[in-house]
């Protein structure tokens, strides 16, 4: 789930760079990338509901535009570097237990409604680029990374009713 661009309603369209510039849904958080391994939440959709997924977001967020993304799709996505090193099967979907307090301080697995279908998508931290890439090349794959889960996510969208 992601903020839709300002003028989604009035278009109902979704380009990757809107997603990629403007709402950045495929940037870990500082908690995302602190969970092991780091990986940025996402919903299997056959067992969480759009609806349940927001639930579980922060209180009022302003994340209601829905995005799917084929888990094969994601799996498929490579990096060209300067036109010579091809890099696949960086990223990955796998499932990650949502847990939760419990009353004696432990964390226990959440059995919320929807918490069952809480996935990540692996890959997009700093610590799974390649090895051996300046900087500038390490940024722009990453980015590169982003912007390709972008192109997807701008195939099959719709806002959250409110």
Not at 55 to 69: C, K, T
Not at 98 to 105: A, G, I, R, T, V
Not at 125 to 150: C, I, M, N, V, Y
Request: proline share 6%; hydrophobic share 30%; charged share 35%.
């Amino acid at each position: 789930m992601s903020e839709a661009p300002k003028d989604y309603k009035e278009k109902g369209r979704l380009s990757a760079v809107q997603l990629d510039k403007i709402v950045k849904p495929f940037e870990l958080s500082t908690s995302d990338k602190k969970t092991p391994p780091p990986h940025l939440s996402v919903w299997e959709e056959s067992l969480t509901t759009p609806e349940q997924a927001y639930s579980f977001l922060q209180e009022n967020s302003p994340r209601r535009l829905v995005i799917r993304l084929n888990v094969d799709e994601v799996r498929k996505i490579e990096v060209v570097v300067e036109d010579k090193n091809r890099y696949s099967g960086i990223l990955d979907v796998i499932w990650v237990h949502l847990l939760q307090d419990s009353n004696n301080d432990k964390k226990i697995k959440d059995c919320r409604p929807g918490a069952k279908g809480h996935s990540g998508i692996t890959g997009l931290d700093e610590e799974s680029t390649p090895k051996g890439l300046t900087k500038r090349q390490a940024k722009d794959f990453r980015k590169s990374l982003r912007f390709q889960l972008a192109e997807l996510a701008s195939k099959d969208h719709r806002l959250l009713d409110e």
